[in-house]
């Protein structure tokens, strides 16, 4: 481990409260439909969210790499930028998350990095491919979600047309146990690795490492961060998510989680940071269109899609601002 004084140990801390903030504030992508189902209750349903999250975060690190050295580069990029960018992120997760809005925090933090890093250096600073390259996985990851999540609905609803709702209801109760341990270890895959790849960035930065391999230290106190926060639970945005986009049954749950799950795994064995919250949204969206359009409570939807719209300028506004503000005292 490397020696982590002045600003360098506060990034690092200032990363780890963001990966707790991370799985405080979306814990309810893991659990939001176990829990509207009342297959779990909410207190069993974040502590196994927590365990799995954890787990998940050792599933790879190609999403920390990408992180790490694919958005702005890490030779002109210093810890102040990475302290900035971790503070917008976390004002922009406070504030959304006591407005009750299942926003981004990859939008969130990806949005601050690029905004503290144009505030130091320019629009130069930027790596363009790359962060084409994961506005593309962000914007098509919300689509595959809503169309895995339709389809595995359709295809339950045809396999299981001439079982009755009784028995269907026990078996995707069971069944939905496994959907939702699937989706809080895809969200420890992809979410806790970007911790991860912003401490790396910052280890760079400041001469303690060459190259963006995430070292294993960063690793476990990423994942236990990440874990903490799940553990801690945000409940008024499991209401939104669980709740009040559509009426859900196990059935519904199963469907949501799969599809979400399969898409965040994908992504993430491939390095692309998309958003857990946009993907189990919109594959809750999907299952709730196969009942009929009018299910799906649209003002609840429209809201969030605002808050989406404004998440990655919002927050790299912020991080912009505490760039200013912190260069002027370091």
């Known amino acids: 481990m490397p020696d982590l ?87 922009w997760n406070l504030v959304t998350l006591l407005l009750g809005l299942p926003t981004s925090s990859s939008h969130a933090l990806i949005g601050a990095l690029v905004g503290s890093a144009v505030a130091h250096g320019g629009w130069s600073v930027v790596q363009f491919k790359g962060l084409r390259a994961i506005l593309e996985a962000m914007i098509f990851s919300p689509l595959f979600g809503f169309l895995m999540g339709l389809l595995i609905m359709v295809a339950v609803s045809w396999s299981f047309f001439k079982v009755q709702r009784g028995v269907a209801q026990k078996v995707f109760s069971r069944l939905q146990l ?87 795994l994908f992504t993430a064995h491939f390095g692309l940071p998309v958003s857990t919250t946009h993907t189990i949204t919109s594959s809750i969206l999907g299952v709730g269109a196969t009942k009929r359009l009018s299910a799906v409570r649209w003002g609840v939807t429209t809201k969030i899609l605002s808050a989406w719209v404004f998440t990655m300028p919002g927050a790299g506004a912020l991080g912009a601002l505490v760039y200013l503000i912190l260069s002027s005292f370091v």
Not at 43 to 56: D, E, I, P, S
Not at 60 to 67: F, G, L, Q, R
């Open 178 to 264: 496994l959907s939702a341990s699937f989706m809080a270890f895809s969200h420890g895959s992809n979410d806790a690795q970007k911790a991860m790849g912003i401490i790396t960035l910052a280890l760079v930065a400041s001469g303690q490492l060459t190259s963006s391999e995430v070292p294993t230290w960063v690793v476990v106190s990423c994942a236990l961060a990440m874990g903490a926060g799940t553990m801690a639970g945000g409940r008024r945005i499991m209401r939104t998510l669980g709740m009040r986009i559509v009426k859900l049954d196990p059935v519904h749950g199963f469907a949501a989680e799969t599809g979400a799950a399969s898409v965040l």
């Open 5 to 91: 004084t002045g600003f360098l140990l506060l990034t690092v801390v200032l990363a780890l409260l963001f990966d707790f903030s991370n799985g405080w504030h979306d814990c309810a992508n893991a659990v939001a439909t176990v829990v509207s189902t009342r297959v779990m209750s909410p207190l069993a349903a974040v502590m196994w969210a927590g365990v799995l999250n954890v787990a998940g975060a050792f599933f790879s690190t190609a999403v920390a790499k990408m992180i790490g050295g694919g958005i702005v580069f890490p030779e002109v990029i210093t810890s102040v930028v990475v302290g900035a960018a971790l503070a917008g992120a976390i004002l």
